[in-house]
């Protein structure tokens, strides 16, 4: 018998405003990750990459996994690189692909018959004018491939293939240089901090040319003994600092950081200090310098990987503010909540924190009742879903009237299935239309359902907008008023027009 789940749909969404100042959520009130929904209300897909600061704006650099790339497995395709921008590191604007990996040269470099293709980091070069994005690619001897753009979000152009000082004279396509950074000094002078996996995970730093778009040769290696990757360089007080995941473990759902000091970026560099025996629950990916007002910040970021699940669209972000001691030693990670990045950040309401759960199937459906606060015509429905699991069959959409008792008058007003491949494998806004009538006053319910023998679809929700032992009633102005008889809210919401 197919198990039917009354949840609470709502379409409001409380945004949190703070007085000249970026606060981030990294977990809601009970510990669990919350999911980043850019300004369509798509969740954010860039995952281990970085975010980078360019005059005045943030940009969100990182791989794309929502046309259902999976690790290991040779069928899946590659789904590029994508960018966001933000003015507060709260609201997201998606600013589309970095370039086009559609291409078949793109999907043969990078799709499930290779390693993959990683970390996209951008600086800018004031001498040439031009934007240098830097990706891990495992199809070519360095492990790097190297653009150019005028612009912070492209397009980026490919350039000449880089060359490097380590592993020059190993196999192609091999496994040689692996997780990366870019980083820019002071007096302009480029660094490129890279994995050494010919070493099995040792950290190299090597000066870039002029133009940031190869290196030079001078170069330091083995800074870390092995074991060890995704290296972030940045620069306090006149002392440099690499941290580093420590151990490497990939797409693992918590790993160790280090840090290690110097005077220059060739060292000489210092024994290791562990930070964090989790990353709060992630991979260490970036650290990115922000200048706010007087006060320099150093975002910590962390990619929080399903524990090596297939599908990780649906893994989320970690992003703090590091902190010093006063011997300029960086303090051990808290794993904040809620990261403010000013004394006087202050939240007018109460957020909204959403994460994701995914069980509609075969043996499971979703269902919510809402009713009509003015007659017209349902002319839409929109939630937030995604899918995992590669399911065998679409997901259906159905609208129904509701007598007094809450039960069904007969057959659905409306059905409409949607096709697994309009739907992506993070979570997005998907809309049938059912274009039927409904009266003002009248109660119906929408049912989300699946025959799919594989895998589920899923959805976003949140739990802290209603307290369970009430119901509560909460409007919109599209046209229904939403019964919040559980203390669950998913992202849904019907237009009458």
């Known amino acids: 018998m197919r198990k039917l789940i009354l949840l609470s749909f709502i379409a409001i969404i409380f945004a949190a405003r703070f007085t000249a100042a970026q606060s981030i959520k990294n977990f809601d009130k009970n510990g669990r990750q919350v999911t980043k929904f ?13 975010i980078a600061l360019f005059n005045g704006v943030y940009y969100l650099y990182g791989t794309s996994y929502d046309c259902g790339f999976e690790w290991g497995n040779k069928t899946a395709p590659f789904c590029g690189f994508k960018t966001y921008s933000s003015t507060d590191l709260q609201h997201w604007t998606d600013r589309g692909f970095m370039f086009d990996a559609q291409t078949p040269v793109w999907q043969t470099r990078c799709d499930g018959k290779t390693y993959g293709c990683f970390r996209p980091h951008v600086i800018y070069n004031k001498k ?7 990706i891990n690619v495992y199809d070519n001897r360095v492990g790097y491939r190297v653009f150019t753009s005028k612009t912070p979000v492209g397009p980026f152009t490919e350039v000449k293939e880089p060359t490097l000082a380590v592993n020059s004279e190993m196999p192609v396509a091999g496994l040689n240089n692996g997780d990366h950074d870019t980083f820019v000094d002071d007096d302009g002078t480029g660094y490129l901090a890279y994995t050494d996996w010919r070493t099995k995970g040792s950290i190299v730093i090597e000066k870039l040319s002029a133009d940031y778009l190869t290196g030079t040769g001078q170069h330091v290696k083995s800074i870390t003994n092995g074991n060890t990757e995704a290296p972030a360089l940045f620069k306090r007080q006149g002392k440099y600092y690499l941290i580093y995941s420590d151990p ?8 160790g950081a280090s840090y290690r000091t110097a005077p220059s970026p060739l ?8 930070i964090s025996d989790n990353s709060c629950g992630g991979q260490p990916s970036f650290v990115s310098t922000i200048k706010l007002n007087s006060e320099t910040i150093f975002l910590f970021g962390s990619d929080l990987w399903n524990n090596a699940a297939k599908n990780e669209a649906l893994a989320n972000f970690y992003w703090a503010p590091l902190t010093f001691a006063a011997d300029g030693s960086i303090n051990p990670m808290q794993c904040e909540q809620t990261a403010n990045f000013t004394r006087n950040s202050v939240s007018n309401k109460p957020t909204e924190d959403f994460t994701t759960g995914c069980d509609i199937g075969k043996n499971v459906q979703r269902s919510q009742t809402f009713t009509a606060s003015k007659s017209g015509t349902l002319a839409g429905i929109s939630f937030t879903t995604f899918q995992t699991g590669h399911p065998d069959a679409g997901l259906s959409v159905e609208v129904f009237e509701l007598d007094n008792a809450g039960r069904p008058t007969g057959n659905a007003l409306s059905a409409a299935t949607l096709t697994v491949d309009s739907i992506s494998w993070s979570a997005r806004n998907i809309a049938v239309k059912p274009n039927i009538p409904v009266i003002a006053g009248k ?6 359902k699946s025959v799919t023998t594989k ?3 899923g959805f976003a929700y949140s739990d802290i907008l209603t307290d369970p032992n009430n119901v509560a009633s909460i409007s919109n102005d599209g046209g229904a008023s939403f019964s919040t008889e559980k203390n669950r809210v998913l992202k849904l919401q019907v237009a009458i027009r």
């Open 267 to 274: 060292g000489p560099w210092s024994d290791g200090i562990k």
């Open 38 to 50: 850019d300004n369509l209300g798509n969740a954010v897909d860039a995952h281990d990459g970085e």
């Open 443 to 448: 109660r119906y319910a929408v049912v989300i």
């Open 455 to 457: 895998g589920c679809y």
């Open 128 to 134: 040439t004018k031009r934007y240098v994005l830097w």
């Open 248 to 255: 490497n473990c990939g797409y693992c759902s918590g790993t």
